[in-house]
Structures are given as structure tokens and as C-alpha cells.
């Protein structure tokens, strides 16, 4: 089963989070930030999989994780579950994002953290593995979106908050935002 | 345009651009004001707009943030009819709402609406968010009713494969709410589906399910592989969507290689032979050219590849299988991937625990030691550790302990303390030559002394003792191991213990006479800590009997005010009763007294067991290999003997010995009490060590006395001891009086929620989950105690014993139970009835002590029986006019008690009446003047009589505090109502 998904960027500022067993909040943080520490010290090059933190579990539990430019995703799993299964889910999950905001970036993630968690809860569910065929879950995604879009009464939405904002104000301020610091992750993953 | 949340965007924009922490928490305290005005403002909000106060909320949860508002907004929202309104409402509560908090009741009402939805879409919601919550609560409201949607002929694909998942985590939570029924053979066939994502679910759901009922399920065995064979022998077109990266349905694949490795290979051979061809096919593929380059492929390949090599270790039955698989996982080693080196490191281990591919796996000796030495990732390097560990045996264990020796120079500290476990245990496993082994320990202490537990030292001297052939060897090792300039503490603690006990062997050579050998560990006393200290004292006067001669030097140290008023009692107390010994006893008497230690009674290493702890499953795969190898003596006879056990000679206790044991200092470690003084034992039974209390209970017994107190057990206070004793001799009882505290009670936060309730989880820990199911009428009652085992192996021994801590218990209450048998199955559930009749009112709670042998260790849980004086009470409705009339009848001031304490909960007026009424009173209406308070009355049947009782709670929102007022015809029962119902509000 797994514990926790955890994305957080290199200075381990969380991006994701979802547990999927009852943590206090200020446990939360401090897993996350334990969890930054083991995953942020290791090369590129060693193993993808690590005996988890003692607050998440120590040896009993594992964590698989990928480095995708800017961010970590770390899964946190027990014994029941395949590394390398996990490890293949990351990148589903990477490789759905993409498609779903075509060409996912960290500040996607950011200004769309409620559809992140959508798309998650197609993929996962109470820390179980729901559906890992990637056309079916970006079809679920896309439903909702239109359901979205139909309630709202809007047919011409656009996918992206950046475009939707017309303000001029606005775009002014989305465009301080240093974006060459973000690559897009998905180019790295082939 | 409304649905971009043009305000969050800004928002999450004017935190990115913060130039500090403060100027963020500024922003970040501004926006939750404003959120809280708006929330709290008159005008009332649209769903759009809570929905995006919501999800500010949420980002400002994920800044680290805690939020402790707008739980209510959220549930509102799962009101609405728009689809992403509710979707945002469940988003928010599976993240931020946590099991207990008071709006769980909205969304449980919310949740059955949307679960009863023509709307698959809602539907899907409320299973995500059951799921997601997951609590026990859920599953007892949901449990009984997600297999209905599971079967559901007209049920979408989505539907099902949600409600297999979110049944699945209600399992896991609470596997005694998920009910069994005729669905579950429904749930096999869904094995079939169309839908891969269905089929995927449903494996994962029916791989939970077998493991509590096997048989049940059998057929899912035939099912699988035929699903599997389908699989495998696709071309990776058949399956379009799921294939991966060339991979047909490799995340299926690995989901059904799991299910398989719950059962044995099945008798069918028709359908064995198929599943050997499927497992065939993968190993083939996996020699195949790759269909592709990216890396993506290769693990989705090897997920599959791993899983089968699972599979035929857990079958453990077609050695040519085997060896194939070992051969593949043979040249992952000398992968390029890190991650597959890693992961043919850990399938090793267990492949060579079975019989048929040891030799092979022994075979890659050479490349694990290369892993070992050149890894760069501490993970591989351990795994590397454990490989080597799993794969010794007599044959190569000098030059495995050797690498590993080497390997503990230069290891990491995190794992240092496992590996000396680990080389200890080998050494002694698999030594021949007893020498080799008495150096391997002392080379231990000299490279890792800090990392060598005191189970490593205490066993080393349990072995030299019992070995008389090693005796002399080990102490002229010690002797010279002492010499150095500098060493370690315990090298000392073992030096100072072998040379007391056989000093005389080597005292024949010069270089080591009596003197010198009591002047060396002299040289150290000084440095070492008080436990130490106090040991060497025992060996000290072990050497005026051995020898004479330094009889003197020996008595000018023990009466040194150092010793004899040192501020340590141990010491002080050693000392003392040391010197008096030296002093005032013949040489007859010290030569009985002081006597060489009898070998220790041959037992589980206790080493061993400590490293079983921390690695559970990799040890007992290699003690199954080790029975395994003795049920097959054919093969491999001389090997599995090996493996079998420690071989210590066990020669049983001398009956009679009379001699002082210093066993004090080494039963320890049965016992985890600080080493005391001497665990005195005379006669060969040794009545408190065999019961496994250890030597050890008594603290500081007076040594004179006690030597004529001849076969007393020396300890009083450990009452642990006679009832484990009562326990094995058959005399099982079930209700015991008065047993003292038989542990520390555990559990006790749960067992507040019984007070107001009658079912749920009482405890529950990694091993044991207790469940509870109670009914009442009148005055008797019946409380069935669920006891689950939440591991793949069986409880031994188990056996559970109400005690009666307060021996009034006994005319209060008429307790009887049917004992459940002594062994709980491996997954299994067993429950245990108990009926009680209510003699008189009792203010006491029973003990319910549970004890069983889970993989070698003895556990003892205690829990207070969830059974309390209100749980007699039956509500009792009467006018305003009787009421006050009782009410002034009963203001004697031993039948009045009043509390006024701060609200433990918050003080919602409708949660408080469930609470009143799950606790026993009424509610009654239209008799107190302000309608804030609660007024009602119960009546506690007895045996011997009703005890009217009558309430009222007054609660001031403000200070947030309550005044309780109890007023009850008998004394005492309004003071234990009132402490009762205070912990509930």
C-alpha cells in the first residue's frame, strides 16, 4: 500500500502532498522535510529505492522516488508493493500530467494544485493503485473538465490559468515570475 | 471568467513574489483574515465563491500552514449539485479533516447521498473519499454496503473498480466490518472482466481477502493464471491501452504473480503445467533484445520478471526454475541500473534460502563481496550485507565473516549495529572450531565496540562456558586482548567475566600469573562505568577462590572506601558482602560458594531473536530453510544440521550445583533488568529463570541469607513470573483476583470511547488487533472480544486472563468466559465471549491480559475491559414534577456529586445528547429553565437492586466549561457517573 506521495522542488518546498494515513498536521511537515533530507542528499545516479525515515516507518517501509528537473516525487510504499511497479508509476503520473497541461511545468503544478489532486485520485485511491492505463485517465480528467466548463457555462475555457487571465495587472505579475528556472520536468524523462 | 479562480491565482502569484518569510506569513495571516470575514460576513457566499476559499485554504495548508477554519464551508459544498463544487468540498476533507473531527457526521450523511446517486460521477466521489478517509467509522457505516455496488450488474466500469479499491482500504482498516457473503464469489469472477482496470482492482481487493479466508477463494488460483497466461502471451498490440512501453498489462501481471504466491502450486496439472509455461515466458522475454531503449520498458519488464522469480521461490518446487531464475538474476548484478542490482541483491535472499538454488546463488560469492566493497549507494551495500548473510554456511562462512569483518572498518554507522548482530550470529552458527569463534567476537568488540549489544557479549560467555574445550583458549585471548593500551569497555565486562571463571587455566604461564591477571583488569576498573565495575567485583572475588595467594591484594581494594562507601549501591552492597565472604569464609565454603558456573541451559539465541525483530522477514525464511533442510534429510544432511540451531553441547543444569552463579550478570539478558547482584539459583530447577522472568527480579538480595533461603526464589515483586508459570502448566485459568499489576496498561485512549458506545477497536498494535462487540440488558451483559492477527505468521500460546484489580470486583461482578483456543492462525480472527452479571454497583475496571509467542518473543498486552457501571443503566422518563421530587429526596451529600471541569470536546449541543443517551440517561425536556442544559435520569440495574440516579449538565459556552451535578441513591455511584461522563464531554 502506499503511505504518502510526497512532490516537493529542490529547496524541499512541497508541491503535493497527500497521506493516505492519518498524520497530525505538524507531522506532515516534519515527514516531508525528513523525507527531503534522505531523498535531496543522494546522486542522480544511485538507486531509485531507500529504507523510509523513522517518522514515516523506517525499515518497514520504502521510498521509491524520481528526480524530474526541479521536483521530487517520492511515493512512500510497504512491502506490498513492486519497486519497480512504483517506480513505473511515477512516470505514469508524470507522463499524465504532461497531458493533461501539455508540457506540465512546476508552476502548473502550483497555480493548478486542485486538478494535480484530480488527476492523482484517478491514479490513486486510499492508497491503492486505481488505473495505470494513462489514456483512460487523462479521458476521466478531461471529462470532468468539460463538466467544469458546462457548469460554468463557458464552452471556449481555455486549459491554462495563465491564458485565462486577462488583467493586465495580472499577466504583469505572472510574468516577474522567473519561469526559465522551472524547465519543463516531462523533456527529462526520455 | 469564474472557473479560473482568478483570486487564487493572484494570490499564489503575490506569495511567489515575497521576497522573505515574514513578508509570506503577512500575506499569507491577510488572505486567512479576509477568508475568515468573508466566511463570518452577513452576506451569504455562492458556491463559487466558498469553492474558492476553499482552495486557498488548501495552498495555504500546503505552505505548511495549519488551518482551523472553513471545515464547515467545505462540507457545504459537498451540497452542491455542481460536480467541481463537491469536488473541491471532497478534496478539502480528505486532506485537511481527520477522523474524529465533529463534522464527520455531515459528511457521512452526504457521503450515503452521493454513494445512492444515479450519478456515477458523485458516485465516484464519495468511494474516493471513503477510501481516502479510510477511518473505522467508515467502514463500519460503509462496509456492509460497497460489496452491493461491486456486483452490481448495471454498475460502471468505474463504479466497480472504485468500490474494489475503497473496500479494499475499509479492509485493511477494519477487516471484522466487511461482511462475507455470497458476493464474494461474485468478486472472483470479476477476474474475468473486460476492463483491465476492473480486473487490476479486483486482484488487489481479492489478494487482501485471501489472506483472512483461503479456502473461500480458491478458485481464484485456476482464474489467475489463465488471466496471467492470456497476458503473457499477447503481442503487445492485443492490449492497446495497457500496454506500457511494449509491456502487455505489466502492473496486472505483477498484481496476479502476488495473488499466486498466497497459495501452494496448485494439483491440478493441467493448470500447474500453465503456469510453469507462463512463468516460462517471462523468463524468456527477459533474454530477449529490449523492444525499446528507454529505461521505461526495462523496469516495466523486470516488475514482471521480479514478481515471477517470487513466485517460483514461494512455490519453491521446479528446481529447474530455480536455477534459471538464479542465473538471471546473476547477471543483474553486473547491471549497469542501479536500481536492478539492488533489487536481484534482495531476490537472492531469498532464492538462497531454498534448497534447490542455494548452491547456485553461492556461486555469485565473489561478485556480492565486489558489491559490498565498490557500491557507491549505501542501500545496494546493505542489501549486499544481507545477501551474504543468507547465502552463508558452513562451507564459506570463515571468508564471508572475514569480508564482513573487513566490510564493519569502514561501514556506515546506521548499519553497523545490524551487521556486528550479523556477524555474531554467523560466528557462532557455523563455527567448527570454537577458537575461530571466541576471535571473531573479540575482533568484533575491538573494531565496533560500541555497536556490540550486550546479547553479543552475554552469548559469547554462554558459549565459552558451555565449551569446555575453549575454555583455555578464550582466557589467554582476553588476556592478551587486555593488554593493549586502550580497549573497549566491553572487552573488559568479557575479559573480567572469563577470567573469573578460568583464570586458573592459563595461570600456569608466567606472563599471565594470578596477579598479573588480577593487576590487568585492576589497570581498567577505574575507567570503567559502575555496571562494570560492580562486575568486576564479582570476578574478583571469584579469583580469591581460585586463588589464594592474592587473597590480600583483593580484600585491601574491596574494603577501599572507593568501593565499600561507594555512593553506587551496587557497588557499595558488592563490596561489602564480598569482603565479608573473603574475610569470614573457609576455603571449603568458597570453594562451594564460588563455584565454576554450571553450563547455561541451551536456548534461542538470544541474538538472533534481536535481529528477528528487526528484520522479520528475512529471518524466518532462513529458519524455514533450516527446517525445511532437516524435514529433507536426503539432501544436503550434513548442511541442514548446520542450519539448524546454535550447536552448543547442552548438557542440562548439574542438579545441586550450590555454588554462587554470577549469573546475575548474564541471565540479564533474558530478563531486561539492569544486571542485579547474583541471580541466586540453588538447585537445578531454577524456578524464576525457566519461567522466563529471568534471574534477575529481586533487586539487591541480602547474599548471606539467602544462601540458607536454599531453593527460594529470590524475587517477590516479579508476579510476572508464577503466572506465566501457571499458564504453561495447563492449569489455565481464566479470571484471576487480585494478580497486581501485571504490566502497564495499554489502549487506554480507546478504551474512553467505550464509555459512550458498545463496538469498535479496543487496541490494536503491528500484531494484534483487539476488537470489541458488546450488548447489555438489564443486569447482565455479553462482551465478545475480537482478537485479529494482522501478520502471515501464528500467535502460540495464546491465552488471555481477566484480572480483578480491585478484589471487591469479585462480589460486584459474576464474570465468565469461553476461552478462545491457544493459537490464533496466521491472519485470523478468533473471538472470545464473555458474560457478565451485575452483582452491586462497582466503581473498579477488570483487566483483560493478553498473552501469546509471536515469531519467538513472548508478548503481554494489558487493556482495561471496557466495561463500566453505566453500562447497566437504562434510561428512565418521568415529569418535571417526579423528577424534582427525587431530586430533593436524593441530596444526601454522600448521594450528590458535583464537577465543574473544562469541555474536553467542543461543546456542540447535539453530539452532546448522542454522548447523554449512548451513556445511559434520558433526555428530558421542559424541566430545567434554560433549555441550554441537560436534565435526565437512568436507573443502574444490579443483582441486588436498581439504583436510581438522576443528572444534570450545565454547560457555560463561554468559559467553556460544564457543571455536572449527580445525584444517585447509593454512595459512590454518583462520583463514579460523574468521572465517567466528565472524560466524554
Known sequence: MIKAILIFNNHGKPRLTKFYMHYAEDEQQQVIRETFQLVSKRDDNVCNFLEGGTLIGGQDYRLIYRHYATLYFVFCVDSSESELGILDLIQVFVETLDKCFENVCELDLIFHMDRVHFILNELVMGGMVLETNMNEIVARFEEQQKLQKSESGFSAMPNRAVSTVRDMNLSQKLRDIKIPDMPSFSSLYQ | VKDSMRGLAVFISDIRNCKSKEAEEKRINKELANIRSKFKGDKALDGYQKKKYVCKLLFIFLLGNDIDFGHMEAVNLLNSNKYTEKQIGYLFISVLISENNELMRLVQQNLKNDLASRNPVHVNLALECIANIGSKEMAEMFAPEIPKLLVMGDAGDTVKQSAALCLLKLFRTAPEMVPLGDWTSRVIHLLNDQHMGVVTAAVSLIEALVKRNPDDFKGCVSLSISRLARIVTSSYTDLQDYTYYFVPAPWLSVKLLRLLQNYPPPEDTTVRNRLAECLETILNKAVEPPKSKKVQHSNAKNAVLFEAISLIIHMDSDPSLLVRACSQLGQFLSNRETNLRYLALESMCLLATSEFSHD????????????????????????????????????????????????????????????????????????SDYTWYVDTILNLIRLAGDFVSEEVWYRVIQIVINREDVQAYAAKTVFEALEAPACHENMVKVGGYILGEFGNLIAGDARSSPSTQFQLLHGKFHLCSPPTRALLLSAYIKLVNLFPEIREDIIAVLESDANLRNSNVEIQQRASEYLSLARN?????????????????????????????????????????????????????????????????????????????????????????????????????????????????????????????????????????????????????????????SGSIVGEENWHKFVCKNSGVLYENDILQVGVKCDYQQSSGRIVVYYGNKTPAPLAQFASVINLPDSSLTNQLGIQVKPVGDRVGASEQVNEVITVDCMAEFFACPLLNIRFVYSGVAQSITLKLPLTINKFMQSSEMDSATFFQHWKQLSQPEQECQKIFQAKFPMDAETTKTKILGFGFSLLSNIDSNPANFVGAGIVQTKSGNIGSLFRLEPNQQAQMYRLTVHSIKPGVSKRLCELLETQI
Open chain 2, 360 to 431: 547456485a546463488v553461492k556461486r555469485h560469492q565473489e561478485t556480492v563481496v565486489t558489491a559490498l566493497k565498490s557500491e557507491r549507494d549505501v542501500s545496494v551495500r546493505q542489501r549486499a550485507v544481507d545477501l551474504l548473510y543468507a547465502m552463508c554456511d558452513r562451507s564459506n562462512a570463515e571468508e564471508i565473516v572475514g569480508e564482513m569483518l573487513t566490510y564493519l572498518e569502514t561501514a556506515d554507522y546506521s548499519i553497523r549495529g545490524e551487521l556486528v548482530l550479523k556477524i555474531a550470529i554467523l560466528a557462532e552458527k557455523y563455527a
Open chain 2, 585 to 741: 569464609s573457609t576455603q571449603d565454603v568458597l570453594a562451594t560458594v564460588l563455584e565454576e558456573m554450571p553450563p547455561f541451559p541451551e536456548r534461542e539465541s538470544s541474538i538472533l531473536a534481536q535481529l528477528r525483530k528487526k528484520k522479520p522477514a528475512v529471518e524466518d525464511a532462513i529458519r524455514v530453510r533450516g527446517e525445511k533442510q532437516q524435514q529433507r534429510p536426503a539432501s544436503g544432511a550434513a548442511d541442514g544440521a548446520a542450519a539448524s540451531a546454535a550447536p552448543i553441547a547442552a548438557t542440562p543444569a548439574s542438579g545441586g550445583g550450590g555454588g554462587v552463579k554470577l549469573q546475575g550478570d548474564i541471565a540479564g539478558a533474558e530478563s531486561n533488568t539492569d544486571s542485579d547482584l547474583l541471580g541466586l539459583d540453588f538447585g537445578g530447577s531454577a524456578p524464576a529463570a525457566a519461567a522466563g522472568g529471568g534471574g534477575a527480579g529481586g533487586g539487591s538480595v541480602d547474599l548471606l541469607s539467602s544462601i540458607l533461603d536454599v531453593g527460594v526464589s529470590s524475587s517477590s515483586s516479579s508476579s510476572a513470573a508464577p503466572s506465566a508459570a501457571s499458564g504453561a502448566s495447563a492449569q489455565r485459568k481464566t479470571v484471576v483476583v487480585g494478580a497486581g499489576a
